[in-house]
């Protein structure tokens, strides 16, 4: 409580006090001894706990600021304690599963050197550009009390083990732990939960543990747990985690300043030069939102690559031609190179909304080129030759086109400017479509044009026939 006091005024230094709105600290693990969900949480013992801020909406600084101005001062005034953030947003905690960190190296296996490497992983990803709040998630050394019981005294007094945890259950929590009772109200017909607790002020000293009464069924009176056995001090893992029964170690790492993929890349890397020391059943592996991000990357490559494949083949049906789509498509390669070039402008890394961004101005692209190309063909069936049927269709299909991606682009600037509450989610979306739409409109009016008088000599023969139909 005293550190997390001294923790707290640094905080406030570091925070103008007119732009903290709240400041929480949660102190030792959850009070209740059972969890439903059986998740994992950060916090593990009595000596770890959170410090939850809330800043005001008129701030000098970025939360990602503050962040990193917390991270830097707090780890160099506080040389004994670990620092590290957890997600905040609802989003960043479902993609991580309810991981505290973006990333998870789990050393899996049952080997007695597996916690020496997890030491070593942890001092190397520390050194990761990048990656920060590296921390391992384990304790293996945390204290405890063990108690030896003298087994013939208890056979004597008619005792077990149980008998005995089950009183001291109830002086360290409440007898809902070792019986659960209630009492039903016969006037509201709601039942009311009914605990024995010993107050938590009764047992401040390990002397006090000791003269805990054991209530015996042999006789009247109780005799004193310093009677029916001895204490040993000794360390015991605080935390145990499995993946497929194999037990594993975690080392969580948070990402800052540099996209997620490259510091997945520079990990992978490490964890690369470890695996000659693993033992032959043991591995090392990554999970975290990062997984979900390569498995997300992998299959909407496969989508965007399916979408061009798609979006071919429907023309091809379309104009029963294998040129004409070709020429349409062409207005695509403007597409990728206008995302490219706005990303690289912004800084902006590839993304999931960025990639879904890439499909949705892909699909504007071609009807802006299926347009042109149309047009284009119904001037050849005039019998205009082709360089200007393709000039022709440009100047009378200009407007239409720029009404087309303008309204598009304009659309989309308010979510690439990130405004709204949470507008940095979607910002590499509207980025990737304004980009796509001012080089795949330019594309189109220009390189499509170009490429139709140069390869379609001739009128479509499909269309030709169309009239006489």
Excluded at 97 to 104: M, R, S, W
Excluded at 155 to 165: E, F, G, H, P, W
């Amino acid at each position: 409580e005293q550190i997390f006091a001294q923790v707290e005024k640094e905080i406030t230094k570091l925070i103008p006090n007119h732009e903290i709105n709240t400041i929480i600290n949660d102190i030792g693990v959850n009070p209740n001894y059972y969890n439903m969900a059986y998740g994992d949480n950060a916090t593990i013992g009595f000596w770890d706990g959170e410090i939850l801020i809330a800043l005001n909406p008129k701030k000098s600084k970025s939360i990602s600021e503050y962040m990193e101005l917390l991270r830097r001062h707090l780890s160099q005034k506080f040389p004994q304690c670990t620092f590290f953030f957890q997600s905040a947003d609802l989003i960043s905690q479902t993609l991580n599963f309810g991981l505290p960190t973006p990333i998870d190296v789990q050393i899996v296996g049952n080997s007695h050197n597996n916690w020496e490497l997890a030491q070593e992983l942890l001092e190397k990803i520390s050194h990761v550009p990048g990656a920060v709040d590296v921390h391992l998630h384990q304790e293996i050394a945390s204290p405890e009390l063990f108690l030896n019981f003298d087994r013939i005294l208890l056979s004597q007094l008619k005792l077990t083990a149980k008998d005995i945890m089950n009183d001291i259950l109830i002086s360290f929590s409440n007898s809902s732990i070792v019986n659960p009772n209630y009492w039903l109200d016969p006037v509201t017909r709601l039942g009311y939960p009914i605990t024995v607790q010993t107050p938590q002020y009764r047992i401040a000293n390990l002397e006090a543990l000791l003269n805990t009464p054991i209530s015996s069924p042999s006789s009247k009176s109780s005799p004193l747990l310093r009677n029916l056995a001895k204490v040993e001090r000794r360390i015991t893992p605080a935390v145990i985690n499995h993946v497929n029964i194999q037990p594993v170690f975690d080392v969580y790492a948070n990402v800052h300043g540099i996209s997620l993929g490259k510091v997945a890349r520079n990990i992978q890397q490490v964890i690369d030069s470890l695996k000659p020391k693993l033992e032959p059943s043991n591995h090392i592996e990554i999970r975290g939102m990062v997984r979900d991000m390569q498995l997300a990357y992998n299959r909407l490559g496969i989508g965007f690559l399916c979408a061009v494949i798609l979006i071919y083949f429907i023309l091809v049906i379309n104009f029963q031609s294998w040129l004409d789509p070709f020429i349409i498509i062409i207005a695509l390669f403007g597409a990728i190179a206008g995302i490219l070039w706005i990303f690289f402008l912004t800084n902006t890394s590839f993304s999931v909304p960025s990639i879904m961004g890439a499909i949705v101005s892909m699909g504007v692209a071609t009807a802006n080129s299926i347009l042109l190309v149309s047009f284009a063909n119904s001037q050849l069936l005039e019998g205009k030759p082709s360089l200007e049927a393709s000039h022709t269709a440009g100047i009378i299909r200009l407007r239409p086109i720029l009404m087309t991606a303008l309204a598009m682009i304009f659309g989309m600037m308010p979510m690439a400017l990130s405004l709204g509450v949470g507008g940095e989610q979607n910002a590499p979306l509207g980025k990737a479509v304004i980009g796509g739409l001012i080089l795949a409109t330019l594309t189109t009016l220009i390189f499509v044009p170009v490429i139709f008088s140069i390869f379609r000599k001739v009128p479509n023969a499909y269309l030709a026939e169309e009239p006489k139909k």
